[in-house]
């Protein structure tokens, strides 16, 4: 397809040239024609070669082809499946089996907790586990010196200030690890012991 900048002066040097031998326009129109012809084709060369300079600066696409395999070489069969809890990946005949059991993290800081709570308070651990021996069911306890009366409900537990020390703050030690809970009422300092501490002390 001719591009109009080459067209449009081919046509006016044809004008300029042919169209005084047939009596229009005049010589000096005619020169005009020409020299209008000129300048375009002269502008023309010109932009094209400030276009043909751009493109040559421009960075050529590099061309991108998937990896080939040589000739007679088939791709390896990959297949995926469930193996033991975890996900098997079966590649060329190798098998990978990738484990994605959840980790049990709540156990991790219960067992941590435990661990804390024995290396802070041996003995009276030591003890609650002697009495939920004895005691199976029994859950509630009551805090008090051994010379304070009290009148008991006959369910209850317990511990007393003159058998270990700093009690009140081991027992607030048990309840920020939420193994116990406090629950004192009646001018009495009663606490419950949780479900997993009584199944830890009586494991």
């Known amino acids: 397809m001719l ?3 080459v067209v449009t002066p081919a046509v006016l040097f044809l004008i300029g040239f042919a169209a005084p031998r047939l009596g229009w326009p005049d010589s000096d129109s005619a020169a005009i024609i020409i020299a209008v012809a000129a300048v375009w084709t002269a502008a023309a060369v010109s932009w094209a070669a400030i276009g043909w300079t751009v493109r040559r600066r421009l960075p050529k696409p590099v061309a ?3 990896a080939l395999l ?3 070489i088939a791709p390896p069969p990959i297949a995926i ?3 033991g809890g975890g996900v098997g990946v079966n590649i060329g005949g ?8 959840p980790l049990d993290v709540t156990a991790d800081a219960h067992n941590t907790g435990f661990a804390k709570a024995e290396q802070l308070m041996p003995e009276l651990l030591a003890e609650m586990r ?3 021996a004895s005691h199976p069911l029994c859950r509630e306890f009551v ?7 009290y009148w008991a409900k006959g ?4 511990y007393f200030y003159d058998d270990h020390p700093e009690l009140d703050n081991k027992l607030r030690i048990l309840e920020s690890l939420e193994l116990v809970r406090d629950i004192t009422y009646n001018n009495a300092t009663r606490f419950l012991m949780t479900e997993r501490l009584a199944e830890y002390l009586r494991a």
């Open 3 to 5: 591009r109009l900048e």
């Open 64 to 66: 991108t082809r998937p």
């Open 155 to 158: 369910n209850e537990l317990f």
């Open 94 to 101: 190798s098998v990978t089996i990738h484990n994605h059991q």
């Open 130 to 132: 002697r009495d939920l």
């Open 81 to 83: 499946g469930a193996v």
């Open 70 to 72: 040589p000739l007679g």
């Open 143 to 149: 805090v008090m010196k051994k010379n304070n009366g």
